[in-house]
């Protein structure tokens, strides 16, 4: 059975930083691309940072360019999230999603990811 599993979020005052992880079981995490999901209150879920498996390319939304990082373990089986500068705006819930896709123009939409985490709630006080 494949599983997702998120941690690290918490509440930040704004400006701080955030780690988020995800690991995986029940499937190698090599061979799949790795994205970041957010959704907030009332609002749609919407993509936040992804990175593919084949060469390790990395998109982002405008959004939190410069202050997030993707970056991937194959040899642990992780992806994390680097969150720095925090706003009031990045609050939501993260989640993990992987993906049996290579294409990189693929990497920002939910549609094309076959596994989903529960979430971890990231909340920034202001």
């Known amino acids: 059975q494949v599983q997702l599993v998120e941690s690290g979020g918490g509440l930040v005052q704004g400006g701080g930083s955030l780690r988020l992880s995800c690991a995986a079981s029940g499937m190698p995490l090599s061979n799949h691309a790795m994205g970041w999901f957010r959704q907030a209150p009332g609002k749609e879920r919407e993509f936040v940072a992804a990175i593919s498996w084949s060469i390790y390319r990395t998109v982002y939304a405008d959004s939190v360019k410069v202050r997030f990082t993707i970056s991937r373990d194959n040899a642990k089986n992780t992806v994390s999230l680097q969150m720095n500068n925090l706003k009031s705006e990045d609050t939501a819930v993260y989640y993990c999603?992987?993906?049996?896709?290579?294409?990189?123009?693929?990497?920002?939409?939910?549609?094309?990811?076959?596994?989903w985490g529960q979430g971890t709630q990231v909340t920034v006080s202001s």
């Open positions: 999603a992987a993906g049996a896709f290579s294409l990189v123009a693929r990497l920002g939409s939910p549609n094309f990811y076959d596994y």
